[in-house]
């Protein structure tokens, strides 16, 4: 554990709402820092990602410098350090000094106040997952987002399992087809192993039987029919149950009600479309192809179930 001591002449010493007006004041020698707009002067980006929802990767290089984060920042980011690099972080009103060695990392949850600086060359690969991406997998594990304070302060070994998903991620950089598509996994495997490490989640659940017969053959007709209007009473007999028997054991075997799940494949479907044609089919054409009755009307549904609306997701 390292043991707190005096904040450095660079910081104020009073406690941390102090020192954060003080780093923010506009004689302060540490700039704030938005992710999303800013690049602090003393790192460079070398290579960047795009077109990948909820996340961004970026390589970086540069010198010695120090950033703030006095409303801390606005995405989960993970810092893989490429080269060694010793520093300081600020953080709940305590200071930390850290040293990296080349394949540790550090993990700052969006919105926590905290600073570093940092002596020395820096090449780190950053990262940075929005709020919601990380909301989103939490929600699937049966947890909510709620990080511990010293999660800025903790390390990351060089053997931990977010190192070698990350050089992963850092490969698809330069690849071409496919690689949102891979993002999207390495990304959520990041998160779960981020989750597992620096919060409790709930235990997991036992493995549910397989589905009943009855609800396969429902499933199967809404495939067979994704884009018409299917009633209750059209997948209980294809079911062969009553409808009121139907909808209570299709909801225990599939988490989701008929009508539900049935908007949910269509959805995926239209998630199928937009990779396979991209922006060579409008946005009306992939409705009317997976049911839904207008371009808005797949919006809504695209946003709710996915987490990003269909423009969004082709970005």
């Given at each position: 554990m390292v043991r707190d001591r005096a904040a450095p002449a660079w910081l104020d010493p009073e406690p941390v709402r102090a020192m954060i007006r003080a780093m923010h004041a506009p004689t302060s020698p540490?700039?704030?820092v938005d992710l999303e707009s800013y690049v602090p002067a003393a790192i460079t980006v070398v290579r960047r990602s795009s077109g990948w929802?909820?996340?961004?990767l970026q390589?970086?290089?540069g010198d010695s410098g120090a950033v703030n984060y006095p409303a801390g920042i606005r995405q989960h980011v993970v810092y893989l350090w490429l080269t060694p690099l010793a520093g300081e972080i600020i953080a709940a009103g305590a200071t930390h000094?850290?040293?990296y060695?080349?394949?540790e990392a550090r993990f700052t949850p969006a919105g926590q106040p905290m600073a570093f600086r940092w002596s020395g060359k820096v090449h780190v690969l950053m990262l940075g997952m929005e709020p919601w991406f990380f909301e989103r997998v939490a929600a699937e594990l049966g947890a909510q987002v709620?990080?511990?304070n010293r999660t800025s302060t903790a390390k990351l070994p060089a053997d931990h399992p977010v190192m070698s998903l990350l050089r992963q991620l850092a490969g698809e950089l330069d690849a071409t087809s496919g690689s949102a598509l891979m993002a999207d996994g390495l990304g959520r495997a990041i998160a779960v192993q981020l989750l597992r490490r620096f919060q409790s989640l709930p235990a997991a659940?036992?493995?549910p039987p397989a589905p009943p017969t009855a609800v396969l053959r429902a499933v199967a007709l809404m495939r067979q029919r994704l884009a018409e209007p299917l009633s209750l009473d059209d997948l209980a007999a294809a079911a062969g149950l009553s409808p009121f028997h139907f909808a209570r054991q299709f909801k225990v075997a599939t988490g989701h009600p008929p009508h539900e799940y049935h908007v949910r494949l269509r959805v995926d479907r239209a998630q199928e479309l937009l990779r396979q044609h991209g922006r060579a089919w409008t946005m009306a054409a992939v409705a009317q192809e997976v049911g839904f009755s207008d371009q808005s009307h797949l919006a809504r549904h695209f946003k709710r179930v996915v987490g990003v609306t269909p423009r969004e997701f082709l970005a």
């Open positions: 540490v700039p704030p929802p909820g996340m961004f390589e970086r290089r000094p850290v040293r060695a080349a394949g709620a990080l511990p659940k036992t493995i």
